[in-house]
């Protein structure tokens, strides 16, 4: 069974000649794969991928007992972070509706980030072996806390898995100052961003609501 949504196709893998495909997301169950579908613990119609630009956007996966004619839990499911705009979370969403990226990305830095008094060492850029930059990360203490201040990954190289190894850097940097834990933050709507946390093995200890609102207009006269 396959489905299509605009440039997105949906559909199980092939067999284990696939399993490089549906990889391509850091994952603790990586390894084990081949082995599950070997010996019944999966089957590849309980693999799906979803397909974008020849991109994996999106996979699942289920586990069964061998032997169980249907799978038993949902294990996998993992969502590229490509194609989501310069910023998801709502604050960033905010100030490009008030101003360019250059100006948002300034405020950022001015109002935020320069303000940590924690050495700037602990900050890092993720480059290639050519030297081309692909992402960074902020490790920082805001005077509470060790923090992940702040995480990207540059738009042309999402989807490779890349935020993995910046998450990892940045939360090394932070462990290496013997550390009791380390906090860090993202929108709800920020999927790709808290799927990676998970993935590395973050556990989410509490939500917060921001909540705005607009003053009432004038009224007329």
Request: aromatic share 8%; proline share 8%; charged share 20%.
């Amino acid at each position: 069974m396959t489905s299509h949504h605009d440039d997105l196709t949906i559909r199980p893998i092939t067999g284990p000649d696939e399993l490089d495909l549906f990889n391509r997301f850091p994952h603790e169950f990586n390894e084990e794969l081949a082995a599950d579908l070997s010996d019944g613990h999966r089957q590849r119609q309980w693999l799906w991928i979803a397909l974008g630009d020849g991109r994996l956007a999106a996979r699942a996966g289920w586990w069964a007992r061998p032997g169980d004619e249907h799978p038993a839990a949902l294990d996998i499911l993992d969502l590229d972070d490509s194609g989501r705009p310069e910023t998801v979370d709502a604050h960033g969403r905010a100030d490009l509706a008030l101003m360019s990226p250059r100006e948002a990305a300034a405020k950022h830095f001015h109002e935020e980030l320069a303000l940590y008094t924690s050495p700037r060492d602990w900050w890092r850029i993720a480059d290639l072996p050519g030297g081309e930059p692909v992402g960074f990360v902020i490790s920082a203490h805001n005077g509470y806390s060790p923090i992940i201040a702040y995480l990207g990954v540059l738009p042309a190289h999402r989807g490779h898995g890349y935020i993995a190894d910046i998450l990892a850097e940045g939360t090394r940097v932070l462990a290496a100052q013997d550390v009791p834990f380390i906090k860090a933050s993202t929108d709800l709507g920020n999927v790709p961003m808290a799927a990676a946390f998970h993935r590395a093995g973050w556990v989410t200890t509490g939500h917060q609501i921001d909540m705005t609102w607009d003053a009432p207009a004038a009224p007329p006269g």
